[in-house]
């Protein structure tokens, strides 16, 4: 069974970092092909893309915010992580992690979300 | 980016009608291996989205045959037939063909 669990400080000031985790069960990001991303939703809008790591360690980031954005991942521990640099109000989102795979693109398990805050 | 443009926004529809929403891309989803990595999502009130279309046309495990995705290039339509209580939500789709990888805005399935 794969399950997915977001975790993060839910709320910080701006020009702060947000560090978020990602705890799964139920399969490996040693395993060929595996792959976690992190998508975000601001309340009441729309999805956005944010980055996937992949079980080589191979990531990419959606550009729209700019370098602003690192992920990374705990294999031992089936944890992956985001981290967004100097965070403002529009970092304001309930932020997501999701299984991928490469051979299939799509994200077929999600966690249930964790809420963050930027205000001062 | 990839542009996909969702028609209509909301949807209002009577229990066991059917229902259509549009997704057009920007660009062609098609990618250089031949498959079209294009996916449907529904986000049901309160939860996270749920995977119900993968590769235009396919349904994921679970989902009943009801949704039907169609479509090819950068027109695709995914069909509701005899919606259900269970169908109310906000339908989202989804491209992985071009990096960065991006979302449709959106359209929202009420009761009439």
């Known amino acids: 069974q794969v399950t997915l669990k977001e975790s993060g400080p839910g709320i910080l000031q701006p020009s702060q970092t947000l560090s978020l985790t990602c705890t799964f069960s139920g399969f490996s990001l040693s395993t060929y092909g595996m792959g976690v991303g992190w998508i975000r939703q601001p309340s009441g809008k729309g999805l956005e893309w944010l980055a996937n790591i992949w079980w080589d360690d191979d990531k990419y980031y959606n550009p729209s915010l700019k370098n602003r954005l690192t992920i990374s991942k705990d294999t031992s521990n089936n944890q992956a992580f985001l981290k967004i640099t100097n965070v403002d109000t529009a970092d304001t989102a309930t932020y997501y992690c999701a299984r991928i795979e490469t051979i299939t693109t799509y994200f077929d398990y999600w966690g249930q979300g964790v809420m963050v805050t930027v205000s001062s | 980016d990839v542009v996909l443009t969702q028609t209509p926004v909301s949807l209002s529809v009577t229990l066991g009608d059917q229902a259509s929403i549009s997704c057009r891309s920007s660009?062609?989803?098609?990618?250089?291996?031949?498959?079209?990595?294009l996916e449907w999502y529904l986000q049901k009130p309160g939860q996270s989205p749920q995977l119900l279309i993968y590769e235009v046309s396919n349904r994921f495990s679970g989902v009943p045959d009801r949704f039907i995705g169609s479509g090819s290039g950068t027109d695709f339509t995914l069909k509701i037939s005899r919606v259900e209580p269970e169908d109310l939500g906000v339908y989202y789709c989804f491209q992985a063909t071009h990096d960065p990888y991006t979302f449709g805005a959106g359209t929202k399935l009420e009761l009439k």
């Open positions: 660009q062609s989803l098609e990618y250089s291996d031949g498959y079209t990595y």
